[in-house]
T-cell receptor, first 115, second 113 residues
Framework: AQKITQTQPGMFVQEKEAVTLDCTYD???????LFWYKQPSSGEMIFLIY??????QNATEGRYSLNFQKARKSANLVISASQLGDSAMYFC????????????FGTGTRLTIIP | DAGITQSPRYKITETGRQVTLMCHQT?????MFWYRQDLGHGLRLIYYSAAADITDKGEVPDGYVVSRSKTENFPLTLESATRSQTSVYFC????????????FGSGTQLSVL
């Protein structure tokens, strides 16, 4: 079975600082994908970034990057130059090749950006 | 406007009643999913569908029924609602060719009294 662990229930960060949200995962499947989603107070889930287990480089999407450390089974999300609009709930998720339709989510981290 | 829409946005019902949550997507995505979101549990998969007339159980399927007679619709029915089914329900979809990108609806907040 797959498992995603997010150990930070909440974080407070000063505006314009960089933020790292932690995510560790556990799977015996060699082929998998890791995702981060943002959930603002309005409730919708927004896809942010994706990293494949065989990707050689860390994924980046604008101010978002994924610090992928395969040996440590971690997939931390880094947000550079945080903005007030980054305040939201953030979920790490994983999908494996076998049963690839299913996304397993962590419990989330609530990020609050302080002006 | 294209996208994935859920209805209703909010629903209050009583224990024992049947409730159906609707989900509609305009992208012709093959895959559709139902998740529930509860504090301390994140999102948990209830049911998913790989195509019309193909559905399968997720992590927490008990008490729920789904159908997919058309690609664009994926309704979720609570046959006899219980208080433990009070939750926020999210529908999602993804294409077979770009399966890493899951698109979510805005959610349905369901309260069972």
């Amino acid at each position: 079975a797959q498992k995603i662990t997010q150990t930070q229930p909440g974080m407070f960060v000063q505006e314009k600082e960089a933020v790292t949200l932690d995510c560790t995962y556990d799977t015996s499947d060699p082929s998998y994908g890791l995702f981060w989603y943002k959930q603002p107070s309005s409730g919708e889930m927004i896809f942010l970034i994706y990293q494949g287990s065989y990707d050689q480089q860390n994924a980046t999407e604008g101010r978002y990057s994924l610090n992928f450390q395969k040996a440590r089974k971690s997939a931390n999300l880094v947000i550079s130059a945080s903005q007030l609009g980054d305040s939201a709930m953030y979920f790490c998720a994983m999908r494996v090749l076998r049963g690839y339709e299913k996304l397993t989510f962590g419990t989330g981290t609530r990020l609050t950006i302080i002006p | 406007d294209a996208g994935i829409t859920q209805s209703p946005r909010y629903k209050i019902t009583e224990t024992g009643r049947q409730v159906t949550l609707m989900c509609h997507q305009t992208w012709s995505h093959s895959y559709m999913f139902w998740y529930r979101q509860d504090l301390g549990h994140g999102l948990r998969l209830i049911y998913y569908s790989a195509a019309a007339d193909i559905t399968d159980k997720g992590e927490v399927p008990d008490g729920y029924v789904v159908s997919r007679s058309k690609t664009e619709n994926f309704p979720l029915t609570l046959e006899s609602a219980t208080r433990s089914q009070t939750s926020v329900y999210f529908c999602a979809s993804s294409s077979a060719s770009d399966i890493e990108k899951l698109f979510f609806g805005s959610g349905t907040q369901l309260s069972v009294l």
